[in-house]
């Protein structure tokens, strides 16, 4: 039976894809079909609520695509103006006084010529040496262009106001005169360590083994108190897989369960990162996602040159889904009524950039086609024989020309017939419409109220290095003011709603959440505002809710007083506003809680 969490990424991890680690600064001076194990139906939302692991980067369609994150000016001689809105700190959204902190400089809407441009960071003056020295590189999936310092400046001992110079000059002249140097104080408050918010100020880096992985994890979060079943749902995913390819796992896989949501909650390069916590928007299944990643890390016995279209779309299909078990041929068919579908050479070619929730569908659904018309034998005979050739789209041709007798152009034609055959029903087709909806709405979530998260400059170091040093913040701290929770558990209610079937309830909440986004002020929209006003009773109380199902003037909550106990509240709308019902815990505020305001 598998297990049902509230995943966030309807996507899985897209471990071909390495993520970029950010450069450490100088210092100065110094015929068969798969068979998957049966699943239960997504049960209704409850709020005995299990975390999430939320996955991989994913890429938006341009009508709904946030701005881009650099300009691409069309010479290479233009002003760059260094602003405080340039230097963005980490961790964030508060520093705290011995916390050991990272900053990046923005350059995305320079010109071309500041591409290196040397970036110096001075504490308190320019009158000593400088705190480092980095240059202008692009930086993350969306290559942004920045001067990255990790873990550059320890906080201990320092407390209140401080004060850092940022001094950038252009990396070379072009035409004419040179860009002058630029200089720019910045003022950053550190605050007592003291008012850490929990479970932050006792979370330590802890490790776990199973059959298949190693586990790291923070002391005192839903990871660590979830963790037999973590282990159980991989070890069976990683057997399940290794049984359906034929190979043998060789090495267990190293797995870094963060509490903190980033991009869509996975990035992989020679670790894992998965992102595990109650408070995430959506559902899916774990023996899905650990499904996917062990068919990324086994499949690279079968071949080396396999496009990134078909090591995707397999590890949809082996795990029988995208983000849950979901017949892959009708979703096909409601992408194309939809007018979503892409074509399959683009797709190929350019398959992280296209819309992330109808490419990998559509990948796993190519390749159930493939198996269901000629068996599974065959397209493995294919899939281990692919050659390197001038684009994945060419690799792929090639494969089906050899295997198949035709080409990607003539089998794409024959899908698209079968598709067109299968006639999709009005809620298959608004199931998937509200999918790519929902995403889209998360990821505009983060680019404006969360923008360490977004996946195109989602903030990641390293935690091999991070373990080593003990640091944690940047694993676990995120904004947890009234209106960020307010919105991430009315995402939360989207997504429950979504994969419970119920789409006026799923389409009412996505567009409060929009709404809320267009104002600014979540009071302005009336179910936005049911929200924030009972998340807000809950935090005065102790409690920051995880999960929230409004149901006319009653309330049921999963919240957190004491981490990482998740607690069942019943309340009832009153004249004086929230009351809890009897039965439910009881709401004395624990000593040394706080909440950002």
């Not at 993520?19 to 194990?37: N, Q, Y």
């Not at 992102?275 to 996602?289: G, K, Q």
Request: hydrophobic letters at 45%.
């Amino acid at each position: 039976m598998r297990k049902w969490l509230p995943l966030l990424l309807v996507a899985t991890l897209a471990c071909s894809f390495l993520l970029p680690t950010p450069p450490t600064p100088t210092p100065a001076a110094s015929t068969a079909s798969v068979a998957v194990p049966s699943s239960t139906p997504a049960p209704a939302l409850t709020l005995a609520v299990q975390p999430t692991l939320a996955l991989a980067p994913t890429a938006t369609p341009a009508a709904t695509r946030p701005a881009p994150t650099r300009a691409a000016p069309s010479t290479l001689t233009g002003e760059y103006r260094l602003t405080a809105e340039s230097v963005r700190f980490h961790p964030d959204p508060r520093l705290y006084s011995g916390d050991v902190v990272s900053i990046e400089v923005l350059a995305h809407d320079a010109p071309h010529n500041w591409d290196g441009a040397p970036v110096r960071l001075y504490l308190d003056s320019r009158s000593g040496p400088p705190l480092a020295i980095a240059n202008f590189r692009p930086f993350g999936l969306g290559g942004r262009l920045q001067a990255t310092f990790t873990w550059v400046w320890d906080t201990t001992g320092r407390e209140g106001a401080q004060t850092l110079v940022v001094v950038v000059a252009p990396a070379s002249a072009g035409e004419g005169d040179p860009p002058p140097e630029q200089e720019l104080a910045v003022t950053v408050t550190l605050l007592p360590a003291a008012e850490r918010l929990d479970p932050e100020p006792a979370a330590r880096w802890a490790q776990a083994e199973s059959a298949c992985c190693i586990f790291h994890y923070l002391t005192g979060t839903a990871a660590a108190r979830d963790l037999d079943l973590i282990r159980a749902e991989a070890d069976a995913a990683f057997a399940h897989v290794a049984q359906v390819l034929d190979v043998t796992q060789q090495q267990k896989v190293v797995f870094n369960l963060v509490s903190r949501l980033l991009g869509h909650g996975g990035f992989a390069s020679s670790e894992i990162a998965l992102s595990y916590l109650d408070r995430n928007p959506a559902v899916t299944e774990l023996f899905s996602i650990f499904a996917h990643e062990s068919t990324h890390i086994l499949d690279r016995r079968l071949s080396q040159s396999r496009p990134t279209m078909m090591t995707e779309g397999l590890a949809v299909y082996v795990a029988g889904g995208h983000f849950k078990l979901e017949p892959l041929p009708e979703r096909a068919a409601a992408a194309v009524a939809l007018n979503q579908y892409v074509p399959l050479a683009v797709l190929a070619n350019r398959f992280y950039p296209a819309q992330h929730e109808i490419g990998y569908l559509q990948a796993g659904a190519f390749i159930q086609y493939l198996v269901d018309r000629d068996g599974w034998d065959r397209f493995l005979e294919m899939y281990a024989s692919f050659q390197p050739a001038p684009s994945d789209a060419a690799i792929l041709d090639a494969g089906l020309r050899a295997h198949y007798g035709l080409t990607l152009a003539e089998m794409e034609t024959e899908w698209l017939g079968y598709l067109a055959g299968l006639r999709p029903t009005a809620a298959e087709i608004e199931d998937l419409r509200l999918t790519v909806a929902f995403f889209d709405t998360l990821r505009r979530y983060q680019y404006l109220k969360d923008p360490s998260a977004y996946f195109l400059a989602a903030w990641l170091p390293d935690a091999r290095s991070a373990r080593q040093r003990g640091l944690v913040a940047d694993f676990l701290r995120h904004p947890r003011a009234p209106d960020n929770i307010a919105l991430e558990v009315m995402l939360v209610g989207a997504g429950r709603a979504l994969y419970a079937a119920d789409y006026g309830r799923a389409s009412d909440l996505l567009a409060a959440v929009n709404a809320a986004l267009d104002t600014g002020d979540l009071l302005a929209v009336p179910l936005a505002a049911d929200h924030l006003r009972l998340v807000s009773e809950l935090l005065l109380a102790g409690y920051e809710a995880q999960a929230i199902s409004l149901n006319g003037r009653s309330a049921e909550v999963a919240a957190i007083r004491e981490w990482p106990r998740l607690d069942r509240l019943t309340l009832v709308r009153a004249a004086g506003g929230w009351e809890l019902l009897a039965g439910s815990r009881s709401w004395p505020r624990p000593r040394g809680l706080g909440t950002e305001r």
